[in-house]
T-cell receptor
Framework: GESVGLHLPTLSVQEGDNSIINCAYS??????FIWYKQESGKGPQFIID?????DKRQGQRVTVLLNKTVKHLSLQIAATQPGDSAVYFC?????????????FGSGTRLQVQP | DAGVIQSPRHEVTEMGQEVTLRCKPI?????LFWYRQTMMRGLELLIY????????DSGMPEDRFSAKMPNASFSTLKIQPSEPRDSAVYFC?????????????FGPGTRLTVL
């Protein structure tokens, strides 16, 4: 079946650099996307979301870009800090009448080097 | 504000025993989700409820798993009998289902170990 996937399992960056985490999705019917951050021993934490009628959305130090043409989603973290070290998941909401469950990607581990 | 509350945080049991995991969603949320997370399979949706009614239980592994939501503030996930392959972290999440932007908020999870 169609699913959300990630290109890179581990991303290592230097503190202060910008990070870019990528995600590919295959279901063109998806209309809503979310990025979650999961720290060790904790549940996934909402970071930012974007609807399919948008190309870009910005939050505090984070930006999500959506390219529907190539079915690609990215999370950009500016001035990466040690506290950003975690596993990042993209998730999609597959448009289906009455169904609001998310499908999660496999995750990318971000390691921030001091 | 209290987030999603799960109990217990850790559970160690022996194969064949019954296990009950509990969840209290965020007040005002009308959808509740149970997920299982393992290294091999990542985050998997088991079942979700909307207004206390099960909507999709296609992710429930087998008849040993059952979930209930007797009211808007409480849900249980039961495994009977438990098996070692059920060892995982089980997350509960809740959301307010409005239009198409239903952000799910996760609890801290229950780490289950079946010996």
């Amino acid at each position: 079946g169609e699913s959300v996937g990630l290109h890179l399992p581990t991303l290592s960056v230097q503190e202060g650099d910008n990070s870019i985490i990528n995600c590919a999705y295959s279901n063109s019917a998806s209309d809503y996307f979310i990025w979650y951050k999961q720290e060790s021993g904790k549940g996934p934490q909402f970071i930012i979301d974007i609807r399919s009628n948008m190309d870009k959305r910005q939050g505090q130090r984070v930006t999500v870009l959506l390219n529907k043409t190539v079915k690609h989603l990215s999370l950009q973290i500016a001035a990466t800090q040690p506290g950003d070290s975690a596993v990042y998941f993209c998730a999609e909401n597959i448009k289906d009448t009455g169904r609001r469950a998310l499908t999660f990607g496999s995750g990318t581990r971000l390691q921030v080097q001091p | 504000d209290a987030g999603v509350i799960q109990s217990p945080r850790h559970e160690v049991t022996e194969m064949g025993q019954e296990v009950t995991l509990r969840c209290k969603p965020i007040s005002g949320h009308n959808s509740l989700f149970w997920y299982r997370q393992t290294m091999m399979r990542g985050l998997e949706l088991l079942i979700y409820f909307n207004n206390n009614v099960p909507i999709d239980d296609s992710g429930m592994p087998e008849d040993r798993f059952s979930a209930k939501m007797p009211n808007a503030s409480f849900s249980t996930l039961k495994i009977q009998p438990s098996e070692p392959r059920d060892s995982a972290v089980y997350f509960c999440a809740s959301s307010f289902t409005g239009q198409s932007t239903d952000t799910q908020y996760f609890g801290p999870g229950t780490r289950l170990t079946v010996l």
